[in-house]
C-alpha cells in the first residue's frame, strides 16, 4: 500500500488529515492554539507562520493534488496571489501577464506595482509568440490564466514554460477555472499555481479561501514574505476548506461533466450565437485544451442573439441564480458586458470579444435537463 499511489478520491478524502491521537475520531481535529510550547520542538508553531497542525495538513492535500512538492493556504484567492508575486519581485523588475487575467489580479497590479517600481506589460494574446516578443532583460516573471474568464481562452502552457526556462524566467498561473481535477500545470513546468479557495476548491459558496502550490524552494520564498504580509487562513475555515476537499474531485467531475453536456446542447439552440467551452472541437482552443487539460472544465459563455435581453433573460431565470462569483453546486450565471466589464467602453468590451448578449455560466450540479429547461423558457419568456 505505501508506495502505491493514491487515486484522487483517496488523496482528497486522506491525504493531509490530521490525526486524531486522543479519541480516534473519523475527521480531524481543529487545532485552534496560538500558542505552542517552543522548549521542546524545533519547530515554532503561529498561525501567521503557517504552520499551525491543520495549515500544514491542509498544504500537503493540496501539494498532492497539483503533484507539487509544498502548498500553503490563504485567507482569499487576492492574499495567495498578492503574497506570491510580492515574494519574487523587487524594484527594477518586469512582469509580463495577460489582459483576461482576474478583475483583482488586474486591479493589484495596476494599482500597487507602481509604488514599487515594478514594471508590468499586460498582453491580449494567447501566443506565445507574442509573449516572446514583450521580453525584457529584466522580466522576472510570465503571469497566465488559462482557461481565461469569460471567453475560455487558452494557452499553452508547454510553450509558455519553454519560453521562461530559456530565459531564466518564473512562471505563474492562475488555476481556479481548471482546478487541480482538470488541470495541473506544474506538470507542463509551471513554477507557481494560484488558486482562489472560494471557488471549486470551497466548492459550496460558503468560505473565502486561497493557496498556492510550488516547489519546497520557491514556497520558502513565498512563505518569507507571507509572513510579513499576514494573510493565513482561520483555523476554522481551514478546516471547513479541509471538509470541502473531500468532495473536490466529485463535484468538479459532475459539474464538468454537465457543462460538457450543456455547451453540446447549447451550440445547437437557434436563440444563441457563439458557445465558448474548450470541450468544443468549434473552440479556438480545443487542440491544446485537449492536450493539457485533464477535463474540459465546469464554466463556459454564450452569447444570446440580438433581441434577447442578458438582463431581462437572467431575471427569467427560475432556479438559476445571476451572480457574480462562481464553482459552486449551484448554477450561476453573469452577464459581463453590464457588469464584470461595464467600466469599458462598448468599443473596449468588442475588442476583447465581450458582445452585449454574452452570458458566462457557472456549471452546477443540477441535472442537465433541468438546466435547459430553465434556460429555455427564460430565453422563450424574454422575447418580445
Ligand atoms: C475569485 C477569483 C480570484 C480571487 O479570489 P478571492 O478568493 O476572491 O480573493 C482570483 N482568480 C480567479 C480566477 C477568481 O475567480
Redesign the pocket.
Known amino acids: 500500500m505505501k508506495n502505491k499511489k493514491l487515486g484522487l478520491n483517496s488523496i482528497c478524502v486522506h491525504t493531509g488529515e490530521v490525526e486524531d491521537t486522543q479519541f480516534k475520531g473519523a475527521v480531524s481535529p481543529i487545532f485552534v492554539a496560538t500558542s505552542y510550547a517552543f522548549d521542546d520542538v524545533d519547530v515554532k508553531r503561529y498561525p501567521r507562520y503557517f504552520n499551525t497542525p491543520n495549515q500544514e495538513q491542509l498544504a500537503k492535500k493540496i501539494a498532492t493534488l497539483e503533484h507539487t512538492e509544498n502548498a500553503m493556504i490563504f485567507s482569499?484567492?487576492?492574499?495567495?496571489?498578492s503574497h506570491s508575486m510580492m515574494a519574487f519581485l523587487k524594484s527594477g523588475d518586469h512582469v509580463i501577464l495577460q489582459q483576461v487575467?482576474?478583475g483583482?489580479?488586474f486591479n493589484f497590479v495596476v494599482k500597487e506595482f507602481e509604488k514599487f517600481g515594478i514594471e508590468y506589460t499586460f498582453t491580449d494574446s494567447y501566443d506565445v509568440n507574442d509573449f516572446k516578443a514583450l521580453l525584457q532583460k529584466n522580466t522576472k516573471i510570465i503571469y497566465i490564466?488559462t482557461p481565461s474568464?469569460p471567453l475560455l481562452g487558452i494557452t499553452d502552457l508547454r510553450a509558455i514554460t519553454e519560453l521562461a526556462k530559456n530565459n531564466g524566467i518564473l512562471t505563474m498561473i492562475?488555476n481556479?477555472?481548471a482546478s487541480p481535477i482538470n488541470q495541473n500545470p506544474h506538470d507542463f513546468g509551471i513554477d507557481i499555481i494560484?488558486?482562489?479557495?472560494?471557488?471549486y476548491m470551497g466548492g459550496h459558496s460558503d468560505i473565502?479561501?486561497?493557496a498556492v502550490a510550488a516547489s519546497n524552494l520557491h514556497i520558502e520564498q513565498i512563505w518569507a514574505t507571507s509572513i510579513n504580509y499576514g494573510g493565513n487562513l482561520s483555523e476554522y475555515t481551514i478546516w471547513l476548506l479541509e471538509r470541502s476537499l473531500k468532495t473536490l474531485n466529485l463535484r468538479v467531475k459532475e459539474q464538468t461533466r454537465v457543462a460538457h453536456k450543456l455547451a453540446t446542447y447549447l451550440s445547437d439552440n437557434k436563440d444563441i450565437d457563439t458557445v465558448y467551452y474548450p470541450g468544443l472541437p468549434s473552440h479556438p482552443g480545443y487542440d491544446i485544451a485537449k492536450e493539457q487539460m485533464k477535463g474540459f472544465g465546469a464554466m463556459l459563455s454564450f452569447e444570446l442573439k440580438s433581441g434577447i435581453d442578458p438582463m431581462v433573460f437572467q431575471r427569467n431565470l427560475k432556479f438559476i441564480k445571476p451572480s457574480m462569483?462562481?464553482?459552486g453546486l449551484e448554477s450561476t450565471t453573469v452577464s459581463p458586458a453590464q457588469t464584470t466589464h461595464a467600466l469599458l467602453s462598448e468599443e473596449e468590451r468588442l475588442e476583447r470579444g465581450i458582445r452585449n448578449g454574452l452570458i458566462r455560466f457557472s456549471t452546477g450540479i443540477e441535472e442537465v435537463e433541468d438546466l435547459i429547461e430553465d434556460i429555455e423558457q427564460a430565453i422563450h419568456a424574454s422575447k418580445h
Open positions: 482569499s484567492g487576492m492574499a495567495a496571489i487575467i482576474y483583482g489580479t490564466e474568464n492562475d481556479t477555472f494560484a488558486h482562489s479557495a472560494t471557488k473565502c479561501a486561497g462569483s462562481l464553482a
